[in-house]
């Protein structure tokens, strides 16, 4: 084990570290508006931000690249910080909501409001898919996620979970085919259809989240130690669990009613996290809450440079990125002796 | 050889409720048929109106279904064997959504025909098992690495194959969408001949390997020492299974699930260890059927494609799979 440095030190380093990553969420941001179909130059950015006259870059910036850029922010954060909860509750490194199922709930929650209720409203969608995801939430942990679940376990529960959910999805699309010309393009997960009217809806719920999921950093560091341990140390052990699975409700619910189901961001984040700053949450989250938004407006701005003049949906690419990290996890050592 | 008398019962108990499956799914559709008028019918002596629909229209598609169930069986159970693992089957390890990936590119890029069609999900299907195969090989594939690479690939090729059904126009779309959920709808003779002739030629080799894989099961090192020629037998096994799933997948579509339960339904029925490969093949015909026969008829005028009723029903199936083996202390 190598020498660990003093404890204020390594608190500045990381502090230093979580500035740096700000600094690249600006980056990606500023990529994220300048970049598309119609390429814009930075100071067209800026005068489109803070100066806007109604020009034709004007328009693109501020409605149609800033609402999605924000969007991206809000839902790759929604994500990143269900993924490292999750991770952290179920004790499993392959934890993370879209390979859990968790978005599946939502999806088939969504799908059926939208064919059987004819709800048309975002506001309407997302109440459906707090309503997916918590059930599918609960379901998995209790299969897979309570004590002693190996991450085979919780992966496979996640999977039979998707499965059915989204035969059911793919039923409803068939026998509608108004639907499917609807949800096609949602159940890929998307950025593309952003407006500052989704943001407005979905911010105070993820809002919401986001404070949940930092109020119970601490608590979740002490139920990693047990039990007993953590009642020992103060925290309630039922009552974190439960504030955790309304923190991935509240989260994956936004996160997917806002735009589709969108997997791997909360798989890979935490683990690059962790590798950056040691399994302490009250690292882990914030810097989970800054690095997915990265990752996810980085694959958004991907989709559209590739596949240019069209685009490549962005829950596409992270998963053309995600399955590969997700195979080297497992392929490593330590889960190979499963 | 001892002849497990339960196992043969439950083979045949299994084969007349596949026959009187069949009978009743022929007999159900838009235009109703008794059992009496179905087996008339088919013993030559119906009018000639039911001899049409009978003949030419749903004893066709009924017997696709069962082959492709007999197919998907008996591939699962050589799957599990040789992963030793109850879930090693194709299903979970992403060989539906390779097989979609393949024919998805036959319809939305080259807008082929139903024979492209089929040439493209063996070619998908194949190149994905192999893929996983290799990806999760270090020094040998047993465990748990097999299912979750399989994961991983499966998430991979979903991505690809949602891309391609957003890429293409409503026509191609809805097509898409049909194929990868795995549907006999419209299926006749053209499908049946080539189904037929893969599985006459796969399925008694591999009954004629059940000695041999069944050894293999105990270990490589106890089956080496029984005379078994450990790598062939599971080669031949394994590519027998792999072209197998793919031929049934190329005939109607990724019928998910049926592969992984068949297999563990039987073995539960037949209660003996090791792979029952006669009892899961005639138990995939049986949930074929039958999956088919909810499909068409539950939903009142709606018919759904096959594959969504298995889909379904097999989620739940492997979640209540997971409950059980995690009391019995297995996973």
């Not at chain 1, 990381?14 to 700000?22: D, F, K, S």
């Not at chain 2, 050889?1 to 799914?25: E, I, K, N, P, W």
């Not at chain 2, 393949?102 to 192999?130: E, R």
Request: some cysteine; overall charge positive.
């Amino acid at each position: 084990m190598p020498a660990e440095p003093p404890p204020a030190r390594r608190a500045a380093a990381r502090a230093a570290g979580l500035l740096l990553a700000v600094a690249v969420l600006l980056l990606v941001c500023v990529a994220s508006i300048a970049i598309g179909a119609k390429s814009i130059p930075l100071d067209g950015v800026w005068h489109g931000l803070f100066h806007s006259a109604g020009t034709g870059d004007d328009v693109i910036v501020a409605d149609v690249r800033l609402p999605r850029t924000v969007l991206g922010l809000l839902v790759g954060c929604a994500l990143g910080l269900a993924g490292a909860v999750m991770q952290a509750l179920t004790r499993n490194p392959l934890a993370e909501p879209g390979l859990l199922g968790v978005n599946a709930g939502a999806a088939a929650a969504v799908v059926s409001a939208i064919s059987f209720l004819g709800v048309t409203s975002l506001t309407g969608y997302v109440w459906f898919a707090f309503l997916g995801a918590a059930v599918v939430s609960v379901l998995v942990y209790a299969l897979g996620g309570s004590r002693g679940a190996t991450p085979v376990r919780l992966a496979l529960a996640g999977t039979a979970m998707t499965a059915a959910l989204f035969g059911y999805v793919n039923a409803v699309q068939l026998l509608d085919s108004a639907a499917l010309d609807r949800l096609r393009f949602w159940t890929v997960g998307s950025l593309a259809s952003a407006d500052m009217a989704t943001v407005g809806k979905v911010w105070p719920f993820i809002a919401a989240g986001v404070l949940l999921t930092l109020v119970i950093a601490r608590p979740l560091n002490a139920l990693e130690m047990g039990d007993e341990t953590a009642r020992a140390l103060g925290a309630s052990p039922a009552r974190t669990r439960v504030l955790a699975m309304v923190a991935i409700t509240l989260l994956c619910g936004a996160a997917t009613a806002a735009c589709g189901p969108i997997v791997f961001i909360g798989l890979m984040v935490p683990h690059l996290v962790r590798s950056l700053t040691g399994p302490d949450m009250r690292w882990v989250l914030p810097y989970a809450a800054v690095l997915s938004p990265v990752l996810l407006l980085g694959s958004d701005v991907v989709g559209r440079i590739v596949a240019r003049p069209s685009e490549l949906q962005v829950g596409i690419v992270t998963a053309l990125i995600g399955g590969p990290v997700f195979i080297q996890l497992v392929r490593r050592k330590r889960m190979a002796q499963l | 050889m001892r002849v497990d008398r339960r196992a043969v019962l439950v083979t045949a108990a299994l084969l007349v409720a596949v026959l009187a499956a069949g009978v009743v799914l022929i007999g159900s559709g838009d235009y109703p048929m008794s059992p009496g008028d179905v087996l008339a019918t088919l013993t030559g002596s119906g009018t000639p109106a039911q001899e049409f629909i009978v003949n030419d229209l749903r004893l066709p598609r009924a017997l696709v279904g069962l082959l492709v169930g007999v197919a998907l069986g008996i591939g699962g159970a050589v799957f599990q064997s040789v992963t030793r693992n109850a879930l090693g089957s194709p299903d979970v390890i992403g060989f539906g959504q390779g097989a979609s990936v393949g024919a998805l590119c036959v319809i939305v890029l080259l807008h082929g025909g139903p024979a492209a069609v089929a040439g493209g999900a063996i070619v998908g299907g194949l190149a994905t098992g192999a893929g996983v195969y290799l990806l999760a090989w270090r020094r040998g594939v047993h465990g748990y690495r097999l299912v979750l690479v399989g994961i991983g690939v499966a998430a991979v090729l979903t991505a690809v194959n949602q891309y391609l059904v957003t890429k293409a126009n409503l026509v191609d779309a809805t097509r898409a969408v049909l194929w990868m959920t795995g549907s006999l709808d419209g299926r006749d003779w053209a499908q049946f001949g080539p189904l037929l002739a893969v599985c006459a030629v796969l399925v008694p080799l591999i009954l004629a390997y059940g000695r041999p894989l069944r050894l293999l099961e105990m270990g490589d090192d106890a089956a080496h020492a029984l005379g078994v020629r450990v790598e062939s037998t599971r080669i031949v096994l394994m590519a027998s299974a792999v072209l197998l799933v793919a031929a049934a997948t190329a005939a109607a579509g990724p019928i998910a699930f049926v592969a992984l339960s068949a297999p563990q339904l039987a073995r539960r029925l037949t209660r003996s260890p090791g792979p029952n490969l006669g009892a899961a093949a005639v138990m995939g015909a049986l949930l074929t059927l039958v999956a088919d026969w909810i499909a068409t008829s539950a939903f009142g005028e709606r018919q759904l494609p096959v594959g969504v009723v298995t889909g379904v029903l097999g989620g739940c199936y492997l979640l209540w799979l997971l409950v059980t083996e995690r009391k019995a202390g297995r996973i």
